[in-house]
């Protein structure tokens, strides 16, 4: 019996965060060793070029940063194919085919483009290729006829618009090579963690993030640092536990919940300070990133072998892709010579 593929990724913009973490990585680690899956995870440097452009030394400064990631937090490549966006030929060739089904009304329509356009301030100069990433988006997930796509909640968007290019190049070319797509989100709650400064996105571009890749003294110094309560001047004063940062960690960190309920209790009773809060916050979370710090640190020893693993992974993703764009072709009946 043949296993569901699952495609997911990200953008080699800077090292990965916890919100990231927390909101897809764990779940795609869980999906690969449940044995139920043949997992695909895209490092998506095409996608990042999208916005940096003129920058391509951060991308391929980032490239081995996110992979060493991927490896730290449990992403097995003996499990799981890791591979790099731009090797894969036929995707381009497939964003190209799917470009023809979609309006431009429709792109300015995305609700995840739009919000990222206005955060960018692109205004009028926004780039083709930042407004079609969606489809280039589509185009990944059918390439590989992924069923599942592990992903963090704001991502729906992006997943209906890549259901509905499939619909429409089955429809079109009345085949059913292409499968659509459905998301697999964390748990309800856990979609997406605040950045340390309270705003409701952990952000690179924000700098209100803890990364996978910080150690010890840093996770501590940025946890301290913490939005909490701003009216919890004194010990003694009752505290506010809705939009304190350090209780919405705790929530999804602290494996004891009833230990969480009970300080939620004192905080908003009165006699907890936030020092203490947040140190009981730091060595949670220290238990959990410890060993993840260690396995990036040792993976970081060999990168040669780390790139090997990304030119591995990019030749086997090259042939279950080009399976599919045979296939896609004679759908469109364009493979006139074979």
Not at 35 to 60: L, S, W, Y
Not at 89 to 101: H, P, S, V
Not at 235 to 244: F, M, Q
Not at 264 to 276: C, H, I, P, W
Request: negative net charge.
């Amino acid at each position: 019996m043949s296993k569901e593929i699952y495609l997911t990724g990200d953008r080699p913009t800077g090292k990965l965060h916890i919100g990231h973490y927390i909101g897809s990585l764990k779940n795609r680690v869980a999906m690969q060793n449940s044995g139920a899956f043949d997992p695909f995870v895209m490092i998506a440097d095409t996608q990042a070029f999208t916005d940096n452009a003129r920058n391509p030394e951060k991308i391929q400064q980032s490239l081995s940063e996110v992979a060493l990631d991927y490896l730290a937090v449990g992403i097995d490549p003996a499990k799981t194919t890791i591979f790099v966006q731009s090797q894969i030929k036929g995707l381009f060739e497939l964003t190209e085919y799917f470009m023809n089904l979609v309006s431009v009304a429709r792109l300015q329509r995305n609700p995840t483009v739009k919000s990222e356009i206005s955060q960018k301030g692109f205004g009028e100069g926004i780039p083709a290729g930042f407004l079609t990433y969606p489809v280039s988006q589509a185009a990944d997930i059918a390439i590989f006829r992924a069923t599942k796509v592990p992903v963090g909640d704001d991502q729906e968007p992006m997943l209906e618009q890549a259901r509905e290019l499939v619909r429409s190049f089955n429809n079109a070319y009345q085949s059913d090579v292409l499968v659509e797509p459905v998301g697999v989100f964390p748990p309800k709650g856990q979609g997406r963690l605040p950045g340390i400064d309270g705003n409701a996105k952990m952000s690179k571009s924000l700098g209100n993030g803890i990364y996978i890749s910080d150690d010890a003294d840093t996770l501590a110094k940025k946890v301290k640092a913490m939005y909490t309560d701003p009216l919890h001047i004194n010990i003694d004063d009752p505290g506010h536990v809705e939009g304190n940062v350090v209780f919405t960690y705790l929530d999804i960190f602290d494996p004891d919940q009833q230990r969480v309920a009970d300080l939620k209790a004192q905080y908003t009773a009165g006699g907890l300070g936030d020092m203490k809060l947040k140190k009981h916050l730091i060595e949670v979370m220290e238990a959990e990133m410890a060993p993840i710090r260690e396995r990036r640190a040792m993976f970081a020893q060999d990168m040669p072998a780390v790139m090997a693993m990304l030119k591995a992974g990019s030749e086997r993703a090259n042939i279950v892709a080009e399976a599919t764009m045979k296939d896609v072709r004679h759908a469109m009946g364009i493979d006139y010579f074979g």
